[in-house]
């Protein structure tokens, strides 16, 4: 049986009191700066409320009372009140934010990209100095104030990881490449006024030089002593040919020198901004040790047109995660010589056959999306998998939509990847063809299938993964009560027989499974559903009960059971299919 609902502990309790506290208080105040000014408000949170709180909790609880209370701030009051535009979220950090607190996200809303700006960047400029982590989330453009937004980047010695999605450019990024030093992750997806030439400033930044003295200097060593006979000489030219400096003008050089985080930055997330292959290929250049491009796409293009001589870099780059979209045979091959490390590979639309992506040995995590719908296609990738799928430990396939869907066999996929973590596919209707079953795939976690899924399938995954935690399948229409009845009934059978060599075991339904799914099953009934709250010990969620076979008295019923046994089990809607954190 399912664990029962517990109260929250003292701990939760009492941290969900404090949120709501400072709710109210971030909301009354609110309303005071509305009479008087936000200036005003701000002072007295200070000097009159602040010490209490920040004297008596201590870094780690108010970070998590800052994320609670955030979040209930974004939300309705219970009066029913929102706050459309307002301070209260900045009081919040006012309250809370100081030197010790180390990981910070501030959902920007209109009134930051107004007056309230200035007193958030300053605010972060003396109180969040000891950030490691920070992310600024906005869902419109805003022009962050760059002279602020250095002074508290400046401040942050220690800040390792930035997330600007949709509020970069790049003013922004030129200020990041002179104040993080020792930035490991920058993310600044999604920011379309993000450019090559922001993405330089960001790497490199420029300086101009006398020119002559640059001559000068070349092959001799740098001293105090050189610089000062070059300075004097200088000066003693200057002072003899006076009027015909005025007349010739001055030489300059423009030189380039590396920023610090070059040597420090490791993922570099620039999808879907203004930054061309080009500034991609930039990064390559300047950050060695480079591990990540996150969300970009085209990969593949990249290497391309490096490979056409326009740019000369050195090789292999250190990435170990890549995506590229329209990939070719030709782009196939460029990507695996220059990028021989990459475990984590993504590519929508193939052009290549699947046997192709043997040329990566090392890919642990594969995702190929936007297949096409052609049963030549998945022979070939069966064969790859008998190679390579030992290695895998995710693998995600998404089959073009066609009006005749293909089967995919998914006995062939345990049989050929008995390492597998994660398993999602969508766009085929999955079956278990016959033939002999492979070995239990004892780390298999995860599983999402879309479509039309056999109940056999269903069965065999329930068999033959005995540490599966959640199982999520589009459809099964002949899946019935006697093939969950069976997996059930394999409990009492199990202690019958504990003695004859474990030839029956527990399967995943009844051991581990927390959340069973399925969108479309209409042949399931109540008292099935019933017996699975008795002998599924760690289900947590189970739907979707509206696309079942259960009529409005057995939904009533369960919903009766589980409140009068105080179950902990959420009865999912279709929703759960589309938005949970199940499986990914």
Same mark, same amino acid.
């Given at each position: 049986?399912?664990?029962?609902?517990?109260?929250?502990?003292?701990?939760?309790?009492?941290?969900?009191?404090?949120?709501?506290?400072?709710?109210?208080?971030?909301?009354?105040?609110?309303?005071?700066?509305?009479?008087?000014?936000?200036?005003?408000?701000?002072?007295?949170?200070?000097?009159?409320?602040?010490?209490?709180?920040? +004297?008596?909790?201590?870094?780690?609880?108010?970070?998590?009372?800052?994320?609670?209370?955030?979040?209930?701030?974004?939300?309705?009051?219970?009066?029913?009140?929102?706050?459309?535009?307002?301070?209260?979220?900045?009081?919040?950090?006012?309250?809370?934010? =100081?030197?010790?607190?180390?990981?910070?996200?501030?959902?920007?809303?209109?009134?930051?990209?107004?007056?309230?700006?200035?007193?958030?960047?300053?605010?972060?400029?003396?109180?969040?100095?000891?950030?490691?982590?920070?992310?600024?989330?906005?869902?419109?453009?805003?022009?962050?104030?760059?002279? $602020?937004?250095?002074?508290?980047?400046?401040?942050?010695?220690?800040?390792?990881?930035?997330?600007?999605?949709?509020?970069?450019?790049?003013?922004?990024?030129?200020?990041?490449?002179?104040?993080?030093?020792?930035?490991?992750?920058?993310?600044?997806?999604?920011?379309?006024?993000?450019?090559?030439?922001?993405?330089?400033?960001?790497?490199?930044?420029?300086?101009?030089?006398?020119?002559?003295?640059?001559?000068?200097?070349? =092959?001799?060593?740098?001293?105090?002593?050189?610089?000062?006979?070059?300075?004097?000489?200088?000066?003693?030219?200057?002072?003899?040919?006076?009027?015909?400096?005025?007349?010739?003008?001055?030489?300059?050089?423009?030189?380039?020198?590396?920023?610090?985080?070059?040597?420090?930055?490791?993922?570099?997330?620039?999808?879907?901004?203004?930054?061309?292959?080009?500034?991609?290929?930039?990064?390559?250049?300047?950050?060695?040790?480079?591990?990540?491009?996150?969300?970009?796409?085209?990969?593949?293009?990249?290497?391309?047109?490096?490979?056409?001589?326009?740019?000369?870099?050195?090789?292999?780059?250190?990435?170990?995660?890549?995506?590229?979209?329209?990939?070719?045979?030709?782009?196939?091959?460029?990507?695996?010589?220059?990028?021989?490390?990459?475990?984590?590979?993504?590519?929508?639309?193939?052009?290549?056959?699947?046997?192709?992506?043997?040329?990566?040995?090392?890919?642990?995590?594969?995702?190929?999306?936007?297949?096409?719908?052609?049963?030549?296609?998945?022979?070939?990738?069966?064969?790859?998998?008998?190679?390579?799928?030992?290695?895998?430990?995710?693998?995600?396939?998404?089959?073009?939509?066609?009006?005749?869907?293909?089967?995919?066999?998914?006995?062939?996929?345990?049989?050929?990847?008995?390492?597998?973590?994660?398993?999602?596919?969508?766009?085929?209707?999955?079956?278990?063809?016959?033939?002999?079953?492979?070995?239990?795939?004892? +780390?298999?976690?995860?599983?999402? $299938?879309?479509?039309?899924?056999?109940?056999?399938?269903?069965?065999?995954?329930?068999?033959?993964?005995?540490?599966?935690?959640?199982?999520?399948?589009?459809?099964?229409?002949?899946?019935?009560?006697?093939?969950?009845?069976?997996?059930? +009934?394999?409990?009492?059978?199990?202690?019958?027989?504990?003695?004859?060599?474990?030839?029956?075991?527990?399967?995943?339904?009844?051991?581990?499974?927390?959340?069973?799914?399925?969108?479309?099953?209409?042949?399931?009934?109540?008292?099935?559903?019933?017996?699975?709250?008795?002998?599924?010990?760690?289900?947590?969620?189970?739907?979707?009960?509206?696309?079942?076979?259960?009529?409005?008295?057995?939904?009533?019923?369960?919903?009766?059971?589980?409140?009068?046994? +105080?179950?902990?089990?959420?009865?999912?809607?279709?929703?759960?299919?589309?938005?949970?954190?199940?499986?990914?």
């Amino acid at each position: 049986m399912p664990g029962h609902r517990q109260p929250l502990s003292l701990e939760g309790l009492s941290l969900g009191r404090v949120c709501q506290q400072l709710d109210g208080t971030c909301r009354r105040l609110q309303v005071l700066s509305q009479e008087t000014s936000a200036s005003q408000v701000l002072a007295i949170v200070k000097q009159s409320i602040r010490p209490y709180y920040v +004297n008596t909790l201590p870094a780690r609880t108010r970070s998590r009372v800052i994320e609670e209370t955030s979040r209930m701030l974004y939300g309705p009051a219970s009066d029913g009140s929102t706050l459309i535009s307002g301070p209260a979220p900045l009081y919040l950090l006012a309250l809370l934010l =100081g030197h010790d607190i180390r990981q910070l996200k501030v959902n920007l809303c209109c009134y930051y990209g107004c007056s309230h700006q200035i007193s958030l960047l300053k605010l972060l400029a003396t109180e969040g100095v000891g950030l490691e982590s920070l992310e600024l989330a906005r869902s419109a453009l805003l022009r962050l104030d760059c002279k $602020l937004l250095r002074s508290a980047l400046v401040n942050m010695k220690n800040l390792v990881s930035l997330t600007l999605r949709n509020i970069a450019n790049d003013s922004v990024l030129q200020v990041i490449g002179k104040s993080c030093p020792k930035l490991v992750v920058l993310d600044v997806a999604c920011s379309m006024q993000v450019t090559d030439v922001g993405l330089n400033q960001l790497l490199l930044q420029v300086e101009l030089r006398d020119k002559m003295m640059s001559t000068d200097a070349v =092959g001799q060593e740098t001293t105090s002593w050189s610089r000062l006979k070059a300075l004097l000489a200088k000066l003693k030219m200057k002072k003899n040919k006076k009027n015909k400096l005025e007349n010739d003008g001055v030489l300059l050089e423009y030189c380039e020198s590396k920023n610090f985080l070059c040597d420090t930055l490791k993922v570099l997330n620039i999808a879907n901004t203004g930054v061309t292959s080009a500034g991609v290929l930039l990064a390559l250049a300047h950050v060695p040790h480079l591990e990540s491009l996150a969300d970009y796409n085209h990969m593949g293009r990249v290497v391309e047109i490096m490979n056409r001589g326009f740019i000369g870099l050195k090789t292999p780059f250190n990435l170990t995660q890549a995506r590229s979209s329209r990939t070719t045979q030709a782009r196939l091959e460029l990507l695996a010589q220059t990028c021989p490390r990459l475990e984590k590979l993504h590519i929508s639309e193939p052009h290549h056959p699947p046997e192709a992506l043997r040329l990566f040995p090392c890919v642990t995590s594969l995702s190929v999306h936007s297949i096409p719908a052609r049963k030549e296609w998945l022979v070939g990738f069966y064969d790859y998998l008998r190679t390579n799928g030992n290695q895998l430990r995710e693998l995600n396939l998404r089959i073009t939509q066609s009006e005749t869907p293909l089967q995919l066999d998914l006995r062939q996929i345990f049989i050929s990847c008995p390492n597998l973590i994660t398993l999602t596919k969508d766009g085929a209707n999955v079956v278990w063809l016959d033939g002999v079953d492979p070995l239990p795939l004892v +780390n298999l976690r995860k599983i999402q $299938l879309g479509r039309t899924v056999t109940a056999t399938t269903i069965t065999k995954i329930l068999l033959l993964s005995p540490a599966l935690s959640s199982l999520h399948v589009h459809s099964c229409f002949d899946l019935t009560n006697e093939h969950l009845e069976s997996l059930l +009934n394999l409990s009492s059978s199990r202690s019958t027989t504990a003695n004859n060599n474990n030839t029956i075991t527990d399967n995943s339904l009844i051991k581990n499974l927390a959340c069973f799914y399925v969108y479309e099953a209409s042949k399931i009934s109540a008292s099935t559903v019933l017996n699975m709250f008795k002998s599924c010990t760690k289900l947590r969620r189970i739907g979707n009960l509206a696309n079942w076979g259960l009529d409005c008295d057995g939904v009533k019923t369960l919903r009766t059971t589980l409140a009068r046994a +105080n179950l902990d089990v959420d009865l999912c809607p279709g929703s759960h299919w589309f938005w949970s954190n199940c499986i990914h």
